[in-house]
């Protein structure tokens, strides 16, 4: 059974950082690319970044560029989302996905606020 569990949300200033994981289990995680999804209060989800399975490449929205970055640790089964120079505008709940399935964690909560 495919399950994905997120860990290392919390409460930060404005211009604070934060390390999101997210840990994979019940299917073969190198093999797959990963994602991460937020969503703010009272809005649509929103994709955040991406890489491919191997980290070869990584995918950002422009509203993120230059502040988060995302990689992986095929030997851990663990994507991380580095979040640098928060904003309260990324205040979120963040959820890791399994791209091409309806896979998701149960989210971890970031609150950007002074």
């Known amino acids: 059974q495919e399950q994905l569990v997120e860990s290392g949300g919390g409460l930060a200033l404005p211009g604070e950082s934060l390390r999101l994981s997210c840990q994979a289990s019940?299917?073969?995680?190198?093999?797959?690319?990963m994602s991460w999804v937020r969503q703010a209060p009272g809005k649509g989800l929103e994709w955040v970044s991406g890489l491919y399975s191997d980290g070869s490449d990584q995918f950002y929205r422009d509203s993120v560029k230059g502040r988060f970055t995302i990689s992986r640790d095929n030997t851990k089964n663990t994507v991380y989302l580095q979040m640098h120079n928060l904003k309260p505008e990324d205040t979120a709940v963040y959820y890791c996905?399994?791209?091409?399935?309806?896979?998701w964690g149960q989210g971890t909560q970031v609150t950007v606020s002074s």
């Open positions: 019940g299917f073969t995680f190198s093999r797959h690319a």
């Open positions: 996905h399994l791209l091409g399935t309806l896979t």
